[in-house]
């Protein structure tokens, strides 16, 4: 079976709640290789792949039919994110596999539904003895977690879903299961609400809107997990499965099918992707920038920031720009580490602040 442009275009046609604003979703083609293609200097859509560790891509992520929720139909794939020992972002000591979107796409401002599907194995389960951070934003005024809350002791099996840092909704965690979130965040009005199903059920609301603090540069929807080292460290592999990426503006579309359903060629698990494909369509570069340089508002001459200081953030209204050779790059408080540890606990405690751009 092929897929041809001519099968593709109905799928523009088809009916759905909302408008998509940006999706992620990965066709027939996509493969690990797919998002090598990205890089600060080939911002291509739709992911940004830089927070990683220093094994191959192949190692963290891995592209096919068997890692999406079958229900969904609006893709061919879905992606496997793996953190283990080597998972260590930037000299970080969090071990980290993230991907976040690549758009020129508004996604912080109106109404809006971020849209994911998650899975976790028997095999390569996450430990519970320690913090997971899971799809969060970098201000984590929205995130789901799983295990032991920092600070906290023995070990949680709960996924739990927050709104700056205090708990929502929560579910004891099943392996092979397949957990369906839509976020819905109204960046006008600062409410938030959570909408959910296992399997190939239809969203419902499990939790209305409430206040709450959302922003985004749309370039900060962490997919992915980022494990805090509060329980120590350990090299064995954690695996989550995703699919069913979006985000939506206007109403929500509550099939897991997904807004775009039937487009899929039917998944197979042998996926046939040709050989490494070239780069294909490559929007022009934007500004060049830095390995660990993060895209962020730039501001023109005035005071420049020194080496550890800070450069961004929630709330920061001070120099933005770095003094030579430094670059500003996103951590976040709990990422202060070169700090001190008291530092470190502060922030931790301090789940509502953690966005914060330093001079490194
Ligand atoms: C598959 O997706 C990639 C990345 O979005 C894109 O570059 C490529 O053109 C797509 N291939 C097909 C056959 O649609
Ligand atoms: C938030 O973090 C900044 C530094 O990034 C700090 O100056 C400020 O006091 C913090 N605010 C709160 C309420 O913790």
Request: aromatic content about 12%; hydrophobic content about 35%; some cysteine.
């Amino acid at each position: 079976m092929k897929t041809s442009l001519a099968a593709l275009i109905p799928l523009v046609a088809v009916a759905r709640a909302g408008t998509v604003l940006w999706n992620g979703f990965f066709n027939s083609s996509f493969t690990s290789a797919t998002f090598d293609q990205w890089s600060w200097s080939n911002q291509i859509e739709p992911w940004q792949w830089y927070i990683h560790g220093s094994a191959a891509t192949s190692k963290y992520l891995d592209v096919s039919a068997d890692n999406k929720n079958p229900a969904d139909t609006s893709e061919a794939k879905g992606v496997k994110t793996t953190i283990d020992g080597t998972a260590f972002w930037n000299g970080q000591t969090m071990e980290r596999t993230e991907i976040i979107p690549q758009t020129k796409a508004n996604l912080g401002s109106g109404h809006l539904f971020y849209h994911f599907s998650l899975k976790t194995s028997t095999t390569n389960p996450p430990n519970p003895n320690y913090e997971h951070q899971i799809a969060f934003f970098e201000s984590h005024f929205t995130e789901l977690k799983f295990g032991t809350l920092s600070g906290a002791s023995g070990a949680d099996n709960n996924l739990r879903w927050m709104i700056g840092g205090v708990t929502k909704w929560s579910t004891q965690l099943t392996p092979n299961t397949w957990y369906n979130f839509a976020y819905d965040i109204d960046f006008s009005s600062g409410m938030i609400g959570l909408w959910q199903s296992t399997g190939s059920a239809a969203l419902t609301q499990v939790v209305a809107p409430q206040k709450g603090s959302p922003s985004t540069n749309s370039a900060d929807f962490h997919i992915g997990v980022l494990r805090l080292p509060n329980g120590g460290t350990s090299a064995a592999a954690e695996d989550y499965f995703w699919s069913g990426i979006y985000v939506e503006s206007g109403s929500i579309t509550t099939s897991v099918a997904g807004p775009n359903a039937g487009a899929a060629p039917p998944g197979s698990s042998t996926s046939a992707p040709t050989t490494t494909s070239a780069p294909t369509t490559v929007t022009p570069p934007s500004s060049p920038s830095t390995t660990t340089t993060v895209a962020t508002t730039t501001t023109v001459a005035g005071p420049t920031q020194t080496h550890y200081g800070q450069c961004g953030g929630q709330g920061y209204s001070g120099p933005t720009v770095c003094a030579s050779p430094f670059t500003c790059t996103v951590v976040s408080g709990i990422y202060y580490s070169q700090v001190s540890s008291c530092i470190i606990n502060i922030y931790a405690f301090r789940p509502n602040n953690l966005s914060h751009l330093q001079c490194l």
